[in-house]
């Protein structure tokens, strides 16, 4: 079997979106519009939607957008397996690139293919040992609620994070900055950064707004893996949500 019919097979089996029991599940619409930190211009948009079975999230799909409306890249997220390091399924339809996590018992796979008519390159990354927790990027705001919502300004935690375009995890720390009110509800305000003290001397952090009791995300400010879509390198954005 060649390459690429492997990665086709690879994805059909790995991310099956169509789950019979979902089909009861309450579906939560979301928008977000990500604006550029410094002119305030429009860097791109989304809509999408969650499927929630109970208070469990069963699936997740988002549709991203230029500032003028073009459909640009899509985004597949299946929770089948663990809540905090769901499978994702990213595709940019500018040039066909396309990203792949799945995690398995030991391992993540990561699939990247960089073009439409590129061959796939697969990578096997070992997961840490039970200490930390480890994450794929969608897991992030349902994991950080649990661990910070009722602990103190300045608690922080250790964790792993897959970054699909380095092929490998890295290693996170999160402080919980305060609690406060955003648009009406209570929110955690949290600051990401690399543990590593070299790496995070020399990084901007990221910081998040996540509802206090959903673990909604509500804001996200810093660097975002969707590339700009008007340069097509990374994006420093102020990424709002709306639910």
């Not at 492997?6 to 789950?19: G, H, N, R």
């Not at 300045?154 to 609690?179: H, S």
């Not at 400010?221 to 709306?242: A, K, M, N």
Request: glycine share 6%; aromatic share 10%; charged share 30%.
């Amino acid at each position: 079997m060649g390459r690429v019919a492997a990665f086709i097979l690879f994805l059909s089996s790995a991310l099956v979106l169509v789950l019979p029991a979902a089909l009861s599940a309450e579906t939560l619409w979301f928008r977000c519009k990500g604006v550029d930190v410094r002119s305030r211009a429009v860097i791109f948009t989304c809509s999408g939607h969650e499927v929630r079975r109970g208070k469990n999230t069963v699936s997740a799909e988002i549709v991203y957008r230029t500032a003028k409306g073009k459909v640009f890249a899509k985004e597949k997220i299946n929770y089948r397996k663990d809540k905090v390091s769901p499978d994702i399924l990213f595709i940019d339809e500018r040039d066909g690139r396309r990203e792949m996590v799945e995690r398995g018992d030991s391992v993540f796979t990561i699939v990247t293919q960089e073009s439409k008519t590129a061959a796939p390159a697969f990578t096997k990354v070992k997961l840490p040992g039970s200490d930390y927790a480890a994450l794929t990027i969608p897991g992030l705001p349902g994991f950080l609620t649990e661990n910070f919502r009722d602990k103190p300004v300045d608690t922080r935690i250790i964790f792993y994070c897959v970054f699909p375009l380095e092929k490998k995890l890295l290693r996170l720390r999160a402080t919980n900055e305060a609690t406060i009110k955003y648009r009406g509800q209570e929110a955690l305000r949290l600051r990401l950064q690399p543990d590593n003290f070299v790496y995070r001397w020399f990084s901007d952090p990221v910081r998040l707004t996540i509802n206090r009791k959903s673990g909604r995300l509500l804001r996200y400010e810093g660097l975002h893996y969707i590339r700009d879509p008007r340069s097509g390198h990374g994006s420093i954005v102020d990424l709002s949500f709306t639910w």
